[in-house]
């Protein structure tokens, strides 16, 4: 079965670095978002991207953030500056025109 | 805007039934979703329901959907402590992609 991939699984950084957190979407699929959930809390949106441009971005993504599909698989999601209250799981989701399917997530610490 | 609501924790005895219940506000969803997640662990879709079925089943789970009252359950027949996780019920709006607003998450502890 198909599925999202996530690395990875788990990344710790000290704040104030740059990360990367990378996600390889299912194979055919158009549409891209990545997520997060802070510690305890719900699954929030941060971005969706289709045709290699954002689509819609909530208000938690702001300059600190962006997103790239830098070749045919990968989409990733940067955060440029680091800060404690990044530490969350980053979910990336892809979708065609059905179901949004997750992968297993990235737990970023900020230390 | 899309707003999802649970209540934040059940407690079950082992082989019972268990219900999950979402109330979410988007009228014009398509798909409702209950996800799984186990501590530390990433989401695992269960199963999902197009907004124009009223129910699904799937094994053990079964979905209602009451649509005019925009409320949700999940039944989890003879529930067993590996159920035991935080349950997710989402909507995923129309159109051609799939932004998935999730509620607040209903943690079921299945007591043996």
């Known amino acids: 079965e198909p599925e999202v991939t996530q690395t990875p699984s788990h990344q710790v950084t000290q704040m104030g670095q740059e990360v990367i957190l990378r996600c390889v979407p299912i194979s055919n699929h158009l549409y891209f978002y990545w997520y997060r959930q802070i510690l305890g809390q719900k699954v929030e949106f941060l971005v969706s991207f289709y045709n290699n441009e954002i689509s819609e971005k909530s208000e938690i993504f702001d300059d600190q953030f962006s997103v790239e599909r830098p070749d045919g698989s990968n989409f990733t999601l940067k955060i440029r500056s680091t800060k404690l209250e990044d530490s969350a799981m980053y979910f990336c989701?892809?979708?065609?025109?059905?179901?949004?399917?997750f992968g297993q997530g990235t737990r970023l610490t900020v230390v | 805007g899309e707003d999802v609501e649970q209540s934040l924790f059940l407690s079950v005895r082992e082989g019972d039934s268990s219900v999950i219940n979402c109330t979410y506000t988007d009228s014009s969803s398509t798909y409702l979703y209950w996800y799984k997640q186990e501590p530390g662990a990433g989401l695992q879709l269960l199963t999902y329901?197009?907004?124009?079925?009223d129910m699904k089943q799937d094994q053990r789970l079964t979905v209602l959907l009451n649509k005019k009252d925009k409320h949700l359950s999940l039944r989890i027949a003879d529930t067993q402590t590996g159920d035991s996780a935080i349950y997710f019920c989402a909507e995923g709006v129309p159109g051609g992609y799939q932004k998935v607003t999730f509620g607040t998450g209903t943690k079921l502890q299945v007591i043996p």
């Open positions: 329901i197009f907004s124009n079925m």
């Open positions: 989701a892809s979708s065609d025109r059905g179901e949004a399917f």
